[in-house]
């Protein structure tokens, strides 16, 4: 069964700061990587979709970087904000489970606190 | 509407209820998920709809657990005899085609809470 790990589980950074928060997965057979930001309360936002045969994909402040062989992803966060707290979630399709070609597998997210 | 909507947002239930969460996907989008997401985890795969064909329900936890998508855009998560392990935020989600490729877009999810 595909594996998603999120490290860390929660962090807090001054405004101002560059951030990095990491993904890893267990089968790298997957089809894309896609990042969330999940506010209290409410759904997904989708940040970043990475197909598996790109390496990186960018949208103003965050980049998001993918090694498929090494089972590794990484958002960074340049110039944080206080606006930017939130839960951040990394889910992969794909994968050797039966339901590889369809859902979601998610890691359990890295809480972001930006202090003013 | 311009995203996925779900209603109610949120729902309380006696133990034995049984509910019905509704999803209007993205107008257009053949694909649509449900997850279950329980406090403090990410959200966990219960069914895939292409259309109106269910072509996978393996997430499903127990047979208490029915979801439908009759005319290939609502659809309806059904939890018959709600149990105490049932409390969990449900999201539905949408994409446009291809599921294995397609970026999923989700709603605000309902928050199910049974006494």
């Known amino acids: 069964k595909q594996e998603v790990t999120q490290i860390p589980a929660a962090l807090s950074v001054p405004e101002g700061e560059n951030l990095v928060l990491n993904c890893s997965f267990t089968?790298?057979?997957?089809?894309?990587l896609q990042w969330f930001r999940q506010d209290p309360g409410k759904g997904l936002t989708s940040l970043l979709l990475i197909q598996s045969s790109q390496r990186e994909q960018t949208s103003g402040r965050l980049n998001a970087s993918l090694d498929k062989s090494s089972g590794r992803s990484t958002l960074y966060i340049a110039a944080s904000q206080p606006g930017d707290s939130a839960t951040y979630l990394c889910?992969?399709?794909?994968?050797?489970?039966?339901?590889?070609?369809?859902?979601?597998?998610f890691g359990k997210g890295t809480s972001l606190l930006v202090t003013p | 509407g311009a995203g996925v909507s779900q209603s109610p947002r949120y729902k309380v239930a006696k133990r034995g209820q049984d509910v019905a969460l509704r999803c209007d996907p993205i107008s257009g989008h053949v694909s649509l998920f449900w997850y279950q997401q329980a406090l403090g985890q990410g959200p966990e795969f219960l069914t895939y709809f292409q259309n109106e064909a269910q072509l996978d329900k393996s997430g499903l936890p127990s047979d208490r657990f029915f979801a439908e998508r009759p005319e290939g855009s609502v659809s309806t998560l059904k939890i018959q005899r709600t149990q105490q392990e049932d409390s969990a935020v449900y999201l539905c989600?949408?994409?446009?085609?291809?599921?294995?490729?397609?970026?999923?877009?989700f709603g605000p999810g309902t928050r199910l809470t049974v006494l």
């Open positions: 989600a949408s994409s446009l085609r291809d599921a294995s490729r397609n970026e999923q877009f």
């Open positions: 089968d790298s057979a997957i089809y894309n």
């Open positions: 889910a992969v399709r794909g994968g050797l489970d039966s339901n590889s070609g369809y859902a979601l597998n």
